[in-house]
């Protein structure tokens, strides 16, 4: 084909091709406008619900953190409802903050799972019972914690999705606007070009293609206004947001601050701009926040999380949890970015937390895991410092029988008194300890023997002091065992150590200083042998139970017969009864035997009164103070004697101890049910030990017994002790009984102080279970008067 | 062919404009039901608490001691209405009982010059509705369950501000407050 010239419709097309591309252009560009904005209005939808969950999600961790204040602050004298209140509107935040997320989010779901489990929980008990049940309490804390930490994952991980979403819709935006601007110039050039063209060809061509122009500026105009609204949009958020926002330069110089930190800080934007960041932080965490901005200013695009410890204009601190982003690359921000919140509060009930765990909520002492981790860094310590390093393990003695009477608030007001007194004996670098229970320890730094020695005397003597708690005036004893240096031990073996010593102290009387001896150790390991075999010998049966007569000196023929636990181990000695009673009493096996005591007695007496003479033949059974503070003791007497067939006037009681178990209205209430039914009530070793005149008054007994020891006090001028407490028994309206009668002077001084009876080896050893009745009627075959009546 | 392009693609921007912009749906009068009538007229003062006060009303009121405090019985004894509301917050379809916000306002005999009613709850989050809404619309002070029983806290109570259905445009969901403790007329 040779060059043809152009038809006249080739030439006439020329400017509807034109035409045709401009009008396709700008409909391209309006298309993209609108996209965009589609785009965009899409993207501030999704910064706002991601800016509103993380807000809710705030609220809730919030709400939850006050609850959490709340359980720990519940005590007998606050508001109960507050807890109702913010568990209420705790779980109203939850679920407010499941409702922003989709149906089918992961988060939901864990949400609602934490609000199941919040709601699960006995919290009517625990308002009710106001904090004083530690253990509801702790399982209460536990709970709310772990809610806590759970919802304040999803927070965070909220937060960094805000902050994602966010950074993609500035650059979404920054994108649109570039596209914009390339359109729009390729338009105006191509208008322009147009115009040139139709210049040439019409003026009707050039006054369309002006007005399409015209429209399309106008269009743009609008998208433009668009776009503006929406970064407005995005401003605005920045604005209202709770959070900080900071953005500093590579050296940490403040190049804009959001309106939030004035509130946070009290600092004007003024005072903070063009400034380093590094003045408004608190002076120990300059060098440490510098070395980390140097840190990410090495590094565009990363993000790290670091703690600012702002300085406040009031002159306090507040700690800002802050995402720090590398944004020097960027060309609209060329610095770092600083996504902060306020945790003070946060910290603050972390560092609560840290406290109870290591603390004793009652005494504010340190616990047994802080005095182990102190001695742990003592002992680990380089240098000589583990061979001067030392603990003083205190038991309180009779503190359990205060707990029992008087009741549990009573035992707390003793313990905390106790604490207090404690540190008094303390000296600069000593740490006093509550192990739990009336158990405290002291961590000695630096003593020798002597000093150790004289600070535990000095604890027993405070301790010893008469406390006065709710309303009483009670005293208990304490008992030291001491550990000094350690010759490598661990701190669990210098507690255990001083454990066995104060064991040790315990034993050889109370109110008394042990020192640990490595001999301790064996000794303690044959008692929990023993301890163990005496559990064992009570499983089998292998208890015993001897009869020892107490007779009546004015009838002169038996009227109780005494039953006593005896343990004979096949093929081995026998345990003293005292040691094996001691022993059972210490880990309460005692209840067992006890109880076994009882039903063979029963079933024996019931034998007894059979024999000819012995109708009202009466059977004496102990009772220790454990069997009664376990409490329903007057349903297994009532139970055993059913079994047995005895009538309850054949039984009589005998108890010893604790001139605070008169006190006790439980134990005074069993007491008097028993005497109503028929059963006899006799105080065991008047006269030694604890049994004192306030138990007299305070129970109504029936007899008394006068301690064996007694019978030996010679006294001047006067008559006997014996006569003495007789004479007190007789006047309180009390049946008098001697114990211990060994010789006929023993026999003469009883019956000189007008005895009622008597009991003792003079009269009869005890005798096994078969050989009473032998005894019985041969004691009625005899007369015995002239053995009773005159001393040989 | 040129002008089937530009009219395909004009057809497809129109669409995309329609997507965009949808009109918005005629509001319909929300469905009420009367539970409970009125105690007393409508405006009359409510008789003094005798339970344990759930919701104080203060500011520029003409009732006696300058504040109004109500018990249960006393919110019931204004009427109880039931109506069921969209909580954008939990995004749930609720059930509600209670009284119309402007009946509540109208029996503390507030001042002419009031403009504002300042909510507040019991975590401290506070709103202010304009009055002149709150005469105007339907606008609901939610005091039990569906079911007739104390609105737990849970579920926002004692009392909550929620909108009729309908009203979703006209007012953000920021103003539907929850746990309310005080409402000040200002």
Redesign the interface.
């Known amino acids: 084909m040779t060059a043809v010239p152009e038809s006249r419709w080739a030439r006439l097309a020329r400017p509807r091709v034109l035409i045709t591309a401009v009008v396709a252009v700008l409909v391209a560009t309006v298309t993209l406008i609108v996209l965009y904005s589609f785009l965009l209005d899409r993207m501030s939808e999704q910064v706002e619900q991601a800016q509103a969950r993380s807000a809710n999600l705030s609220n809730a961790d919030r709400e939850v953190q006050m609850l959490l204040q709340a359980v720990i602050r519940l005590d007998p004298g606050s508001d109960p409802a507050e807890i109702d209140l913010h568990r209420g509107v705790a779980i109203r935040q939850i679920v407010v903050s499941a409702g922003a997320f989709d149906a089918d989010d992961p988060q939901v779901r864990e949400l609602q799972d934490v609000q199941a489990q919040l709601q699960a929980f006995p919290w009517d008990r625990f308002a009710a019972d106001r904090g004083r049940d530690e253990g509801l309490r702790q399982a209460a804390m536990e709970l709310v914690t772990g809610c806590e930490k759970r919802v304040n994952l999803l927070r965070s991980a909220q937060e960094k999705q805000f902050y994602a979403v966010t950074t993609a819709s500035l650059s979404a935006n920054q994108r649109g606007q570039l596209a914009l601007a390339t359109l729009v110039t390729l338009v105006l050039g191509l208008g322009a070009g147009g115009i040139a063209v139709v210049l040439r060809r019409s003026r009707s061509d050039v006054a369309r293609a002006y007005d399409a122009l015209k429209g399309e500026v106008a269009e743009r105009r609008l998208a433009e206004d668009a776009l503006r609204a929406s970064e407005g949009r995005f401003r605005s958020l920045v604005q209202r947001a709770s959070d900080l926002t900071i953005v500093t330069d590579g050296q940490g110089v403040v190049t804009y601050v959001s309106p939030a930190v004035e509130k946070v800080t009290g600092h004007r934007p003024a005072d903070v701009l063009d400034r380093s960041l590094l003045a408004h932080v608190e002076p120990a965490e300059r060098a440490a926040v510098a070395t980390a901005i140097t840190l990410l200013a090495e590094q565009p695009g990363v993000v790290r999380t670091i703690e600012l410890r702002l300085c406040t204009l009031d002159g306090r601190v507040r700690s800002i949890e802050a995402v720090c982003r590398n944004l020097v690359d960027d060309p609209d921000v060329r610095g770092l970015v600083w996504n902060g919140r306020d945790v003070t509060e946060r910290r603050a009930l972390e560092s609560e937390l840290s406290h109870r765990a290591h603390h004793d909520p009652l005494t504010g002492l340190p616990n047994r895991a802080l005095l182990l981790a102190r001695l742990h860094e003592t002992l680990t310590a380089p240098g000589p410092g583990g061979d001067r390093i030392g603990v003083a393990l205190v038991d309180l003695d009779g503190f359990k029988s205060v707990n029992d009477t008087l009741g549990h608030p009573a035992g707390d007001e003793l313990l905390q008194a106790a604490a207090r007194r404690l540190l008094g004996c303390l000296r600069k670098n000593d740490i006093a300890a509550r192990l739990g229970g009336d158990e405290f320890a002291v961590m000695l730094h630096d003593q020798d023997r002597a000093q150790a020695l004289t600070m535990a005397r000095r604890i027993v003597d405070v301790l010893h002091e008469p406390f006065t708690v709710a309303g009483h005036q009670v005293t208990v004893g304490a008992s030291v065992g001491v550990v000094l240096g350690t010759g490598g031990g661990t701190a669990d073996d210098l507690l255990r150590d001083a454990d066995i010593a104060m064991y040790v102290a315990k034993k050889t009387g109370k109110g008394r200083v042990e020192v640990f001896e490595p001999d301790m150790r064996i000794q303690a390991s044959h008692r929990t042998r023993l301890q163990q075999e005496l559990a064992w010998a009570v499983e089998r049966g292998e208890i015993e139970v001897v009869y020892q007569p107490i007779v009546d000196l004015r009838t002169q023929r038996p009227e109780l017969m005494e039953a006593l636990a005896r343990w004979r181990r096949p093929g081995q000695p026998a345990v003293p009864p005292d040691v094996f009673i001691a022993l059972a009493e210490e880990s309460g096996t005692i209840n067992k035997i006890g109880h076994e005591v009882l039903q063979q007695a029963c079933r024996a007496a019931r034998e007894w009164r059979r024999l000819p003479g012995y109708a009202d033949l009466g059977v004496a059974v102990n009772v220790s103070v454990h069997q009664i503070l376990a409490g329903g003791l007057v349903d297994r007497v009532v139970a055993v004697l059913g079994e047995a067939g005895l009538p309850p006037t054949a039984l009589a009681l005998e108890i010893t101890e604790s001139a605070a178990l008169g006190d006790s209205e439980r134990v005074a209430a069993e007491f008097t049910l028993l005497q109503t039914m028929g059963v006899r009530l006799a105080v065991d070793d008047f006269g030694a030990g604890y049994s004192s005149l306030g138990m007299l008054t305070g129970l109504d007994v029936d007899s008394l017994k006068i301690d064996r020891s007694l019978l030996d006090f010679d006294t001047t001028r006067r008559g006997s002790l014996v006569m003495a407490i007789a004479e007190l028994g007789h006047t309180l309206g009390l049946r008098v009984v001697a114990e211990g009668v060994e010789t006929p002077g023993h026999l003469h001084r009883a019956r000189e102080a007008c005895c009622d009876a008597v009991q003792g080896y003079y009269l009869s050893r005890p005798l096994e279970g078969d050989a009473v009745a032998g005894f019985l009627t041969g004691w009625a075959a005899v007369d015995r008067r002239a053995d009773l009546a005159t001393p040989a | 062919m ?1 002008t089937a ?2 009219a395909a ?2 057809a ?2 129109l669409a ?2 329609a997507a ?1 912009g949808s009109a918005p749906s005629a509001a319909s009068p929300p469905a009420v039901t009367v539970v409970r009538p009125p105690d007393t007229p409508a405006g009359s003062a409510p008789a003094a608490p005798t339970g344990e006060p759930v919701l104080t009303v203060s500011g520029r009121i003409a009732a006696a001691g300058g504040a109004l405090r109500l018990d249960r019985a006393g919110l019931d004894a204004m009427g109880v209405l039931q109506m069921t509301v969209d ?6 379809r609720l059930p509600l009982r209670g009284v119309w916000l402007r009946d509540l306002v109208e029996r503390a005999r507030p001042d002419a010059a009031a403009t504002t009613l300042h909510v507040t709850a ?2 401290d989050y506070q709103v202010d509705l304009a009055l002149a809404d709150v005469r105007a619309q339907g606008i609901l002070l939610a005091t039990r369950t569906g079911d007739g029983a104390d609105l ?6 004692p009392t909550r501000v929620v909108f009729a259905d309908g009203l979703a445009e006209r007012f953000s969901p920021d103003l539907w407050i ?2 309310i403790r005080t409402i000040e007329v200002r």
Do not use: F, I, S
């Open positions: 040129d392009v530009v693609v004009v497809a921007v995309l404009t965009c909580d954008p917050w939990a995004k749930r019991l975590d737990p806290l849970e579920d926002g109570g929850w746990n």
